[in-house]
C-alpha cells in the first residue's frame, strides 16, 4: 500500500532529502530525540522554517520535549520512499558520468544507477562500478521499463536531442548537468544543475555578500 502524503511546497520537498540525512546520523550515533534548534545547527535552516516544515505533516513533536529520532526517521522514510528502489540510468560515461558510477549512491539505499549509454565504442560492454554500459545508439532497445529518472552528463549540444529520447522512452525525470535548458513536456520533470552556474554564484556573493 503506498504512503499517501500531503501536498507540500516545492522548498519544503527540497529540504526534506537533507533533514533525512541528518535523522540518519542522529540515530546511528544512538540519540533518541531531537530539538528544532538542534536540527538548525546541523542542516542550517533556522528554527521557524523547520517547525513549518514539519508541520505540514501534522503533529511529528512536542513542546518543551523536541523530535523523536526514531519516528521521524520512520515517518521521512515513507514519505521519500525510502523503502522502494528507484532504478536510474546514466546517459554519458564521462569524467563526472563516470564518477557517478562509482559513487553510486554509496550511502543512499533507495536510488541505484542500473544501466548506463555512451556513444564511446571503448566503453560499451564494459562493466563500471558494477554497471555495464550500453550504446547511446540501442538506447531503446536495452531499457529497462522499470526505469522512470536518468541522468544527463553529455555534451550541452546533445542534451535536447537525447531528452527527447528519454520523454519517448517514458523517462518522467531527469536530473541534467549540462548548461543547455531542456524542454520537456508538463508531465516530465527536470532539475537542471548548471556546476559552472553554481560556482559563478558563489564568487559573487562572496564578492558583493561577504559574511
Do not use: C, W
Not at 507540500?8 to 533518541?32: D, V
Not at 542500473?114 to 532497445?141: C, P, R, T
Not at 536531442?161 to 513536456?185: E, H, M, Q, W, Y
Amino acid at each position: 500500500m503506498k504512503f499517501e502524503q500531503p501536498k507540500i511546497p516545492q522548498a519544503t520537498a527540497k529540504r526534506l532529502p537533507l533533514y533525512y540525512r541528518y535523522l540518519e546520523n542522529l540515530n546511528a550515533s544512538g540519540k533518541q530525540r531531537v530539538s528544532s534548534s538542534e536540527l538548525s545547527e546541523a542542516v542550517k535552516v533556522d528554527s521557524a522554517t523547520i517547525r513549518r516544515d514539519f508541520s505540514y505533516f501534522g503533529a511529528l513533536g512536542k513542546k518543551g520535549y523536541g523530535y523523536n529520532v526514531n519516528y521521524l526517521l520512520s515517518f521521512f522514510r515513507k514519505t521519500l520512499d525510502q523503502d522502494e528502489l528507484t532504478k536510474v540510468l546514466l546517459i554519458g560515461v564521462g569524467n563526472l558520468g563516470t564518477a557517478f558510477l562509482n559513487y553510486n549512491f554509496a550511502k543512499n539505499n533507495n536510488t541505484k544507477i542500473v544501466m548506463a549509454f555512451d556513444v564511446d565504442e571503448d566503453k560499451v560492454g564494459q562493466e563500471m562500478g558494477g554497471v555495464k554500459i550500453y550504446n547511446l545508439a540501442e538506447l531503446e532497445e536495452h531499457l529497462d521499463p522499470e526505469v522512470t529518472v536518468a541522468i544527463l552528463t553529455v555534451p550541452a549540444q546533445s542534451a535536447q536531442k537525447i531528452a527527447d529520447r528519454l520523454v519517448s522512452v517514458g523517462i518522467s525525470g531527469i536530473l541534467n548537468f549540462t548548461p543547455a535548458r531542456l524542454t520537456v513536456p508538463e508531465n516530465v520533470r527536470v532539475h537542471h544543475i548548471d556546476l559552472s552556474v553554481e560556482l559563478q554564484s558563489l564568487i559573487y556573493f562572496l564578492k558583493h555578500y561577504p559574511l
